[in-house]
């Protein structure tokens, strides 16, 4: 492709609002341009890496024996109201209504459109199992777009769907795609780690994330520095509890209150529909509102400010408490302010309707749950995720099947999701320079740019004609075609990071040429003639 023919509008300031390496690159580079907050346009650039990341995922589900389907953006609001999710997916479901007054949404996900789709079809056990997938443009109207791609308003997913008889079934499937998931995410160049993740009150099933580690991710990961144990840092589990101190229990409220980190206990509270919650732990720990919420069952909890005291709750309170809680002798309960409400509180003693359970946030340091070695804590960027839903789709919209007794039973679910958007960002943030990007070769806009420094020297010119049409034949090329100075085609090139480059100067009439290795910097001459040899050598390097 001839650079003088493409729309790439490069920038050479920094844009004020990127705050991340990909954002900043992307926009500077011309791959990406912004519409409105959280909406982009993909230039020429930006969609040859797009459709590059595409075909790797669609490779990778047609191998894992799926099936792809396009469904529509735009669903009639009665599916989610089939669901329930209507009334609880809140304002990230972006909502509009057409010409008669009826209601629509943009697709945020598809369980609900492909459950409509498979519940006249998938009904008997001999049609089972079924993977569908799609690549297709999905909406949520976040509340923080940012980070350029890796929180859009628009973005685009694969999303993935199967249907089973036998949970034996769903496992089996579940494995599949959780291994085609690390080959896509190791074949983009991405350095991913697969976490356990947080699946809702609706049941524990398993859910895994697919975490790129990046400094910018919004998520962090705790991993244990001496085994395979990874898991969103909401999901793992506190095992440690400190030992009960030798002391001897006081008489509550006599005498006097220990301060200090052993002492002391604090409270927070949360409104669970109409229930208040009081959840106590200790000082210095911090309280995991995904384990409030899993603990209580329910699907969402929000922060509540109260006065109550949690050793005398009216009967509205539910009282729970931290395990770390359980073992502390004389201690002190401390007001939402900080001041001491009482003290000499033991907890098994004075609390006595209290639930105890693993509440708190894992800390760095803390033992891994696996019992292997000390957790240690990273950011990632979910670039997706995979999940066992089970009936809870099937048996809302009622897509059932007949199994091998004639028995009618709600097909088994599972969701896979890969943001394909949101890869190419991270991608981005995972290689680059402070001159711009790196693109691993299989997703690189092109494998070569040709850049003749000085396009009025005939010998520059028609060499990089000659090499552009010979080098064609093998690679996707970029020409740099265009009469600029030799400072900004270059700096432009670092910019754009096509993983070779190859630098058609002074040397042209003696047939010699410079060949740069973007990711490494390493730059060797040769002569046109081992051009080929030497650019196939760089690309199997890189
Ligand atoms: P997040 O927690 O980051 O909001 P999610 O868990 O809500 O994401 P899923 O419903 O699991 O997202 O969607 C599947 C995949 O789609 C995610 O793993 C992610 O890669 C991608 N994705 C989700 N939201 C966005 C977004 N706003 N912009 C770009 N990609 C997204
Ligand atoms: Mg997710």
């Known amino acids: 492709m001839r650079q003088s023919t493409m729309l790439i ?5 920094t844009p004020a609002d990127a705050e991340s390496a990909s954002h900043r690159f992307l926009l500077r580079a011309g791959f990406i ?20 990341i595409e075909a790797i995922v669609r490779e990778e589900m047609d191998k894992a024996g799926c099936v792809e389907l396009l469904m529509p953006a735009l669903q009639p609001a009665e599916l989610w109201h ?7 997916y809140g304002p990230e479901l972006m909502r509009l209504k057409d010409r008669h007054d009826r209601d629509f949404a943009l697709g945020a996900t598809h369980e609900e459109l492909i459950t409509s789709l498979v519940r006249d079809e998938l009904n008997s056990y001999k049609k089972l199992p079924m993977t569908l997938y799609q690549i297709q443009t999905k909406y949520r109207d976040e509340r923080r777009p940012r980070f350029g791609l890796l929180r859009g308003r628009e973005f685009v997913m694969k999303d993935a769907y199967s249907f089973h008889s036998d949970e034996a079934s769903l496992d089996e499937r579940y494995q599949i795609m959780y291994d085609a998931y690390k080959r896509v995410f190791e074949r983009c160049g991405l350095n991913v780690r697969a976490v356990i993740a947080d699946s809702g009150a609706m049941g524990g099933k398993d859910t895994h994330e697919f975490m790129a580690l990046a400094e910018i991710g919004e998520d962090t990961i705790a991993y244990s520095d001496q085994s395979d144990y990874a ?13 009960k101190p030798d002391e001897a229990p006081l008489p509550l409220d006599e005498g006097e209150a220990k301060r200090g980190q052993a002492y002391e206990i604090e409270t927070r509270f949360f409104k669970a529909g109409e229930d208040l919650i009081a959840v106590l732990f200790r000082k210095g720990d911090e309280v995991n509102d995904v384990k409030v919420k899993n603990a209580l069952g329910v699907d969402i909890v929000f922060e509540a400010e109260s006065d109550i005291d949690p050793l005398n709750p009216s009967e509205r309170v539910v009282v729970m408490a931290d395990n770390g809680v359980k073992n502390v002798v004389n201690g002190t309960l401390l007001d939402a302010s900080g001041n001491v409400r009482h003290f000499n509180v033991n907890p098994e003693r ?25 957790i240690r804590f990273a950011r990632g960027i979910e670039v997706g995720q995979v999940f066992k839903l089970g009936t809870k789709y099937s048996e809302a919209m009622n897509a059932r099947f007949l199994d091998e007794n004639g028995k009618s039973r709600p097909i088994i679910m599972g969701c896979y999701g890969i943001g394909i958007s949101r890869t190419l960002a991270a991608i981005a943030e995972q290689h680059h320079d402070e001159a711009g990007l790196k693109w691993p070769v299989v997703v690189a806009p092109f494998a070569v740019h040709i850049v003749p420094v000085n396009v009025k020297n005939a010998e520059q010119k028609q ?4 090499l552009y049409e010979q080098l064609k034949t093998q690679y996707e090329v970029l020409l740099d075609d265009r009469d600029e100075r030799a400072g900004v085609k270059f700096a432009e090139a670092d910019l754009i990071g096509c993983p070779v480059r190859v630098t058609v100067g002074k040397k042209a009439g003696e047939g010699i040429v410079e060949v740069k290795v973007r990711a490494t910097g390493e730059v060797r001459e040769c002569n046109v003639s081992e051009l080929l040899h030497v650019v196939d050598e760089c690309l199997n390097r890189v």
């Open 9 to 13: 509008p490069t920038l050479k300031e």
């Open 33 to 52: 341009r912004q519409n409105a907050a959280g909406i982009y346009s993909y230039l020429p650039l930006g969609h040859r890496v797009l459709k590059k």
């Open 82 to 88: 089939e669901s329930g999710r209507w009334d609880v």
């Open 231 to 243: 898991a969103n840092v909401e999901m793992a589990k506190v095992l440690h509890i400190d030992e």
């Open 350 to 374: 004075d609390l006595s309707a209290v639930r105890f359970d693993d509440l708190r946030m894992i800390k760095e340091g803390d033992p891994s749950p696996d019992g292997k070695g000390r």
């Open 463 to 466: 060499t990089a004609e000659a």
